[in-house]
Every structure is written in structure tokens, then in C-alpha cells.
């Protein structure tokens, strides 16, 4: 068990260990924040490609690149702190650390990461259904211009 891990059983809500668990829940709330607008940004998107509105589908990929380089170094400084809670010998996962929290610690800490999951879940199945559509899109596209590219054709 990390020196941290271990001050969580010392009462004191400004122990190393309490700080990093509210740096953590108020990052898992964050991201909650970011996947609601990355879900915004990605149906936005599908409108847009919907509409062949290629000006405004270049300026949704800037702000959808954006958005998930924002959520990259949240989920960076989420493991950072993990590894300063579990240390380096385990696996820096919220599951492990949940496991080893008192559970009313853990409680609000794991509605919080199922919320997370499961914005997270949504965002993939959205970009997926913008891939499919962007790509058929273009694959009309080139079969109507006479540039239909062939599978079996030789190079």
C-alpha cells in the first residue's frame, strides 16, 4: 500500500490522500461535462454531414479534436493521480482503487466512473455512426464521378 493510500485512514479532509480523491471526483465530473459536450459536438456533426455542409463539418472535426485532446490530458492527470494513490505496484485503475476505499468513499466515486463509462460508450457508438454515414458518403460519391474503386482490381 502507497504512504498515501495508507493516510486515508487518518481522519483530516486535507490529507494528501483526501486532496487527490477530490481532484479525482472533480476530474470524473469534468469529463462528465466534456462527454455531454462531445455528444453535442458529434450530433452536430451527423447534421452537418447530413446536409454535405462541408464548411461547418471542418469546423465541428477542429472543435471534436479539441474537445477529446482536452479529455486526453483529464484521463493523463486521472492516472497520475491513481499512481500517487495505488503506487506503482498495482494497476492505477479506478476499479482498484474503489476496491481498496472504505465504501463510503467509494460509493460516490463509483457512480460518478459508471456515469463516465457510460458517456464514454455513447460518444464511441455516436463517432461510429458518423464514420458509417461520412463513408458511405463518400463512397456514393466517388461511384457517381466514375471512380468507383474495386476491391479485386489489380494495381
Known sequence: MSAVMSSMVRPGADSPAAVMLRQLTDGLRQDL???????????????????HDADQMSELSARILTQVAT??????????????????????????????LP???????????????????????????????ITEQQALMQQLMGREEHVYAQR
Open 71 to 100: 479529455l486526453d490530458v483529464q484521463r493523463a492527470r486521472r492516472r497520475d493521480l491513481l499512481v500517487s494513490l495505488l503506487g506503482s505496484a498495482v494497476e492505477p485503475s479506478v476499479r482498484t482503487l474503489l476496491q481498496r
Open 103 to 133: 465504501a463510503s468513499a467509494a460509493q460516490p466515486i463509483a457512480v460518478l466512473w459508471r456515469a463516465l463509462e457510460q458517456a464514454l460508450t455513447a460518444c464511441k457508438t455516436l463517432n461510429l455512426r458518423n464514420c458509417q454515414l
Open 33 to 51: 461535462a466534456a462527454y455531454d459536450d462531445l455528444r453535442e459536438l458529434l450530433n452536430q456533426q451527423f447534421n452537418a454531414a447530413l446536409k
